[in-house]
């Protein structure tokens, strides 16, 4: 099976669609403090930030597309979440920016953050989407796993997407389970290439 990468992903989401009100995606983007360690010589926000461009390029500007952060206003608050781009068409310059400004301190609720970015897709009535782009495991007392189930259960059609960012494989594997339990995908970016 060929794993995709983050570009290609997008791509994939966005084939063949015809980009109505249903075909709607939340990026979660990690503002947590690790994002400041590097991988290659090079600090992830800045890896992530590039692959975030390149994804959007393959974006139609037709197609509803957010953005969410966590960690990145605050140091410690696992209540540190934000809709920095809601939900619309013709945002990839705002997101880019939007990911361009943001402080990276903080900690990582990233289940917290993929579950607001569900409810904000009403996600229990439409066809949502959320990729999520993090460098660290949950660091809120909260379980991905069971969110994942969580929501694909409740969800009409859900799915979660996961770009690790340099994680160990135990974090891989609290991350990874996100996705595959909402039938979505993990791509584990062990280096700048493979991003």
């Known amino acids: 099976m060929k794993i995709l990468g983050p570009v290609a992903l997008i791509a994939t989401l966005t084939a063949g669609t015809s980009a109505h009100a ?7 983007f990690d503002g947590s403090g690790s994002m400041w360690g590097q991988i290659d010589g ?3 926000l800045e890896i992530a930030r590039q692959a975030l ?3 959007l390029e393959t974006v139609p500007d037709t197609m509803e597309l957010g953005l969410m952060a966590y960690g990145h206003r ?19 310059a705002a ?5 361009q400004n ?6 990582t ?3 917290a953050a993929v579950q607001q970015a569900a409810a904000e897709l009403r996600h229990t009535e439409d066809k949502a989407t959320v990729i999520l782009i ?5 660091t809120c007392n909260a379980d991905p796993c069971a969110l994942g189930t969580e929501l694909k259960q409740s969800g009409v059609d859900f799915t979660a997407h996961v770009v690790g960012l340099g994680l160990t494989k135990q974090q891989g594997e609290q991350v990874s389970c996100l996705a595959h339990n909402t039938g979505g995908q993990y791509f584990a970016a062990d280096d700048a290439a493979r991003l």
């Open 74 to 92: 605050e140091k410690g608050n696992c209540s540190d979440i934000e809709t920095l781009v809601a939900p619309a068409a013709n945002t990839k």
């Open 22 to 28: 249903t075909d709607r995606a939340i990026i979660v």
């Open 95 to 99: 997101i880019v920016q939007a990911v």
């Open 102 to 107: 943001m402080r990276f301190l903080g900690k």
């Open 109 to 111: 609720p990233l289940s």
């Open 42 to 44: 090079k600090p992830k």
């Open 134 to 138: 993090t460098d660290g495991e949950e």
């Open 53 to 55: 461009r390149d994804m």
